[in-house]
């Protein structure tokens, strides 16, 4: 089982931007597609984005509209999640999560391995 480890949240202004890391390691990380998800309390983990295995085919949620980007290098067990032009809807805690499989997933229910969260808050 792969091991993730999320970092890079904090406190923004709205119109700001964050750069969120998941650390993997454990397994072969590049046998491994990766999402991030984001959940408030009391709400569902939602989804925000995936990335497969090899680093390509990007997907995105909705709401994301082109201010958010997915990346990974696997040669450092790394995958990136960097968000632009923030907004307090978006203040959540962060998850990345893994799933042994070439792409990735909107269902967190297809996921294997999670972290334990990143908090990223957005004021107006």
């Known amino acids: 089982q792969v091991q993730l480890v999320e970092s890079g949240g904090g406190s923004v202004q709205a119109g700001g931007s964050l750069r969120l890391s998941c650390a993997a390691s454990?397994?072969?990380?590049?046998?491994?597609?990766v999402g991030w998800f984001r959940q408030d309390p009391g709400k569902e983990r939602g989804f925000v984005a995936a990335?497969?295995?090899?680093?390509?085919?990007?997907m995105y949620a909705d709401f994301v509209r082109d201010r958010f980007t997915i990346s990974r290098d696997n040669a450092k067990n790394m995958v990136y999640l960097f968000m632009d032009s923030l907004e307090p809807e978006d203040t959540a805690v962060y998850y990345c999560?893994?799933?042994?499989?070439?792409?990735?997933?909107?269902?967190?229910?297809?996921?294997?391995?999670w972290g334990r969260g990143t908090q990223v808050t957005v004021s107006s």
């Open positions: 999560a893994a799933r042994a499989y070439i792409f990735g997933s909107k269902s967190a229910g297809d996921y294997d391995a």
């Open positions: 454990g397994r072969i990380f590049s046998d491994y597609a």
């Open positions: 990335i497969s295995r090899s680093g390509g085919t990007p």
